[in-house]
């Protein structure tokens, strides 16, 4: 428990935080923005005329449960992005101002040292989770009343969206964590964690849309394949057809931070540090 105080101490006592802390709002606030205006598109019905095979999709996105979820977890791309970085620092920091060795020095068992970081870095997302969900909760509500849709709060669908939300931003820390293991440059750790996400995010879609339009829609079930596109599937709020299920996310979303973690423990045992 020292250790993982100590952890977060180091992090609270440099500008990474309210650094990224300042970088989230306006992102958030920009995509409260386009959340916004597709709400009232989807909930007014002006969407023109919709292709037949794609009515089904667009039945489901329209749904109330599907518009309340997407406000309430709303901000979810970039905030993603932005714990899977401070997780990145969360370690990199270490080698970046060589205090790498006498953390080891301190306390000489690694993994150890790694579940504190692992576990500051989880700390942070869940707080940078419950700010921007309690800001969507107030939000929220008042879009979702502006379009006579309603608060939803009934309905547990929300609930387990809002959660699977937290449960996505725990996993992308842990992401995290385990490319500053991996990669000890800081730069190089951030700018590939970056590429990663918008690179695999934009350039599966646009390889999907292609694939699916060749050999079929089924090939649009692999969407839950990439990292960033399971986070999504996980809040869409209703199912949508011809896309996976959300526990489908959630379970590769979970795969994918297993292997993270334990990756970054044993490379941390292993190698050496000077």
Not at 17 to 24: D, E, H, M, N
Not at 92 to 104: A, D, G, K, L
Not at 190 to 212: E, K
Not at 231 to 252: F, Q
Request: net charge neutral; aromatic share 8%.
């Amino acid at each position: 428990m020292n250790l993982v105080r100590s952890e977060l101490l180091k992090i609270r006592t440099t500008s990474t935080w309210w650094i990224f802390g300042l970088i989230t709002l306006p992102l958030w606030g920009l995509t409260l923005l386009f959340n916004w205006l597709q709400t009232d598109a989807l909930a007014s019905g002006n969407l023109g005329d919709v292709p037949a095979d794609q009515a089904d999709q667009i039945q489901a996105v329209q749904s109330a449960d599907s518009l309340a979820a997407n406000l309430y977890t709303n901000g979810q791309f970039f905030g993603l992005l932005i714990v899977m970085l401070l997780g990145i620092i969360v370690v990199t920091s270490e080698f970046f101002h060589q205090t790498v060795t006498t953390t080891f020095l301190t306390v000489p068992h690694r993994t150890t040292v790694m579940m504190a970081k692992l576990v500051a870095a989880a700390v942070v997302a869940m707080l940078f989770w419950l700010v921007t969900t309690a800001l969507n909760l107030v939000f929220g509500v008042l879009i979702l009343n502006s379009v006579d849709v309603g608060t939803q709060f009934g309905s547990g669908t929300i609930w387990q969206a809002i959660g699977l939300n937290a449960l996505a931003y725990l996993l992308w820390s842990v992401l995290g964590v385990g490319i500053g293991v991996l990669i000890r440059s800081q730069i190089g750790a951030t700018v590939t964690g970056i590429l990663l996400y918008l690179g695999g995010s934009i350039g599966a879609v646009a390889v999907l849309a292609v694939l699916a339009s060749r050999y079929g829609d089924w090939i649009n079930q692999l969407q839950v394949a990439v990292p960033s596109l399971a986070s999504s599937l996980m809040v869409t709020g209703a199912e949508i057809p011809g896309s996976p299920p959300r526990w489908a996310g959630a379970a590769v979303l979970i795969a994918y931070a297993v292997v993270a973690g334990v990756i970054g423990v044993l490379t941390m045992r292993r190698r050496d540090i000077s």
